[in-house]
């Protein structure tokens, strides 16, 4: 019934956005999606040349990573959409429990190039579905005059926190300080939490298809 008031911008971003609980469990839920994201993306080069595999194989790798996002994305929305009948929540935990299976995979054949890059498409090519997922679930959830603020809440979320710091800055923290096995601890326990807070909003999303 809100959707055809006119709203202030104070009271979108007050009402609607800042006081609605489940929009901060999916930003909170989109920073760890994006951890995963970008901790797996950025550092894999670094990675495997560590590791010593050389340049152009780690370069292949990375290219498989971003080119599987393409039909795991399309699957992911067309899962929601048609198998789970508009529902976000339960595909992208889903879809980060797979993330998961992978990074415990690229974890325990970081040696093994051909594994890493199964490992590397997989990750790539569940991570997408959620990241894509996470910015519907906020329309879903927010009135339609909100919808653009309530988009730009969960991005800033998963760009700033989720990017710039968790997976930039204490992702290289934590490799140079402790080495490579606590980052993968890390991602593992990142998407645990992306599934965790994604699991707060799964019986209002309920509520709403149902309406």
């Not at 929009?23 to 993306?41: D, E, H, K, P, T």
């Not at 490799?175 to 990142?190: D, I």
Request: hydrophobic residues 55%; charged residues 10%; aromatic residues 18%.
């Amino acid at each position: 019934e809100k959707s055809e008031e006119t709203l202030s911008a104070k009271e979108i971003f007050f009402n609607h956005v800042l006081n609605n609980k489940f929009l901060w469990f999916i930003a909170l839920s989109n920073a760890f999606v994006y951890m995963v994201r970008y901790g797996c993306l950025d550092w894999a080069p670094t990675i495997l040349t560590e590791k010593g595999i050389d340049l152009k194989s780690a370069g292949w790798a990375y290219f498989a990573y971003e080119f599987a996002a393409i039909p795991g994305t399309l699957l992911c929305g067309w899962l929601s959409d048609k198998l789970f009948h508009g529902r976000r929540a339960l595909p992208t935990m889903i879809f980060m429990a797979l993330v998961a299976v992978f990074i415990a995979l690229y974890w325990a054949f970081i040696d093994n190039l051909t594994v890493v890059i199964i490992a590397l498409i997989g990750i790539g090519f569940f991570i997408y579905g959620p990241v894509m997922l996470i910015g519907v679930q906020a329309l879903d959830l927010a009135p339609k005059n909100a919808a653009g603020t309530a988009a730009g809440f969960t991005g800033f979320f998963g760009y700033f926190f989720g990017t710039a710091i968790l997976a930039n800055i204490v992702i290289g923290a934590v490799s140079q300080a402790v080495g490579w096995n606590w980052t993968f601890a890390l991602l593992l326990g990142a998407c645990a939490l992306a599934i965790l807070f994604m699991g707060f909003t799964y019986k209002e999303e309920q509520y709403l298809v149902q309406k």
